[in-house]
């Protein structure tokens, strides 16, 4: 167990619908990120939050968007789905620490398995 | 320049066996290198790790080699199992605007055969 935990395991949904994926990182780690996995492919860098702050942006759509709260949680938001938005989303947190770059190693979580249909 | 190249896709290997997943990078600034193992419906799990500075790091049956000249560095398992059958990805660590990045390999799917 990563620590990170990761809700919904799954879901399901319709073609232009909005869905929101949900991410608690370990405890103490300020950093979160969200990567997509599509069937047997690598996994893609969507986005970065450090603090609150978005810090780094990767191959995400613009109808895709996250924000991290006080708490630290982070939330992914996926709108005007599409059948191939369909994939893994695996978020992973770490320390994000100046310093060594171990301390800053991504711990992820078990991911939410999302279907467009 | 941002690329981690990872090989072979997939590999099959023999109770026992010892394969061997190779990835090469172009980019001097990367200066981690973790390698993660994902089972079917999990997330990546950390495996172990290297710094450029090191040839060799060990962790019970999983060694990484490192040849920092020639910008490779691979993953060989001893003694492998069944329960090794996974996807391996290698990644890269690198510093920028005060924040690690990690860039990660394009996956090895092993299957090891009782």
């Known amino acids: 167990d990563s620590g990170v935990t990761q809700t919904p395991k799954h879901l399901i949904t319709a073609t232009g619908q909005r869905v929101t994926l949900r991410c608690s990182p370990r405890?103490?780690?300020?950093?979160v990120y969200w990567y997509q996995q599509s069937l047997d492919q690598g996994l893609q860098f969507l986005i970065q939050?450090?603090?609150?702050?978005?810090?780094a942006k990767g191959n995400i759509l613009e109808r895709f968007s996250a924000q991290q709260f006080p708490d630290l949680h982070s939330e992914l938001n996926l709108s005007s789905l599409e059948l191939g938005d369909s994939a893994l989303y695996f978020c992973?947190?770490?320390?994000?620490?100046?310093?060594?770059?171990?301390?800053?190693?991504?711990?992820f979580g078990p991911g939410t398995r999302l279907t467009v249909l | 320049q941002q690329q981690v190249k990872q090989s072979p896709q997939s590999l099959i290997v023999q109770k026992g066996g010892i394969p061997i997943i190779n990835c090469a990078y172009e980019?001097?600034?990367?200066?981690?290198f973790p390698w993660y193992q994902q089972f079917p419906g999990k997330g990546p799990a950390l495996l172990i790790a290297?710094?450029?500075?090191?040839s060799e790091k060990k962790e019970g049956r999983f060694t990484i080699s490192f040849n920092k000249s020639a910008k490779q560095f691979s993953l060989h398992i001893m003694d492998s199992q069944p329960g090794d059958s996974a996807t391996y990805f290698c990644?890269?660590?690198?510093?920028?605007?005060?924040?690690?990045?990690?860039?990660f390999g394009s996956g090895t799917r092993l299957l090891v055969r009782p």
């Open positions: 992973a947190s770490s320390a994000n620490l100046q310093g060594d770059v171990s301390y800053n190693e991504q711990f």
């Open positions: 405890s103490g780690d300020l950093s």
């Open positions: 939050y450090y603090n609150g702050e978005e810090r």
């Open positions: 980019n001097t600034a990367f200066d981690y």
């Open positions: 290297i710094r450029p500075d090191v």
């Open positions: 990644a890269a660590t690198y510093l920028m605007d005060s924040s690690y990045k990690l860039i």
